[in-house]
């Protein structure tokens, strides 16, 4: 049986996928002119879509010339046209996952929205992460927007070095101490999802964390969201990064980076 505390974050978890589908531009039930009760139909008061692009209540964290406020291992990383870069080559391989580690805080509820662009190998977006110097410099834990070249993980919802895969594209699950993730609701297919990604071009990521539900949005469709009751495991606040993979020589670049504190 289901708890109270669960019944109330499932109900939560789907307002606000109701909300995003609505904010990507689902369509929504026409009302009608007669609504029940002697109503009115609802006027103009339908929700809008919000476009990526507005940024209202943000604030730039990256200047688009320096890393000023950005850390990582600068064999790997650098600025290049607007864009923070991540490369490796065959003489220059990523031996560890690496990250380039933002400076400027560590976010608890938040907002974020980055336009990324991946020609191989596997990327991802840290939040709510924290170092482990006992691995290497430049090593996060925590949870993750997925990315990768092939496509077959990017939206989803991973924990580096921690529990893994916890909403895979295309799922809303539950997150439970000591159990596996539980899906509980359905989004599209990870095939169907898998066509909104743009190839060897500039995707839209936008992430929000809000408490204990975690929420990817990728080229303005709802791609994964969890709700992370598991008490002793989750993380709500840390280290915002950005990822490079072990692998092929890889190239990932990063740009319009901007954060709202909720």
Do not use: C
């Amino acid at each position: 049986m289901f708890t109270k505390r669960v019944v109330r974050s499932v109900m939560l978890a789907m307002l606000l996928l109701l909300f995003l589908i609505a904010l990507a531009g689902g369509q929504l039930p026409q009302g009608r002119g007669d609504g029940r009760g002697g109503g009115g139909g609802g006027g103009n008061n339908r929700p809008e879509v919000l476009p990526f692009e507005d940024h209202s209540g943000f604030h730039a964290i990256f200047d688009g010339k320096t890393l000023n406020g950005w850390d990582g291992d600068p064999t790997f990383w650098r600025v290049e046209n607007g864009a923070i870069v991540g490369e490796s080559t065959p003489e220059k391989q990523v031996k560890v996952n690496t990250f380039a580690v933002w400076r400027g805080g560590q976010p608890k509820d938040f907002e974020l929205k980055v336009e990324f662009r991946i020609n191989s190998t596997n990327s991802g977006i840290q939040y709510r992460s924290v170092e482990l110097l006992d691995v290497g410099k430049w090593v996060l834990k925590g949870y993750q927007a997925d990315i990768d070249f092939q496509n077959q993980f990017t939206g989803q919802l991973y924990e580096e070095r921690g529990r893994g895969f916890l909403a895979m594209r295309g799922q809303v699950s539950h997150l439970q101490q000591g159990e596996k993730p539980k899906v509980i609701a359905s989004l599209q297919t990870a095939d169907e999802l898998k066509g909104i990604i743009k190839v060897n071009d500039w995707n839209q990521f936008h992430i929000i964390a809000r408490g204990n539900l975690l929420v990817h949005i990728l080229n303005g469709r709802l791609i994964s969201e969890a709700i992370d009751d598991d008490v002793q495991n989750r993380a709500m606040g840390g280290l915002l990064g950005f990822q490079m993979h072990v692998g092929a020589p890889m190239k990932v670049e990063f740009r319009n980076i901007w954060l709202k504190n909720l």
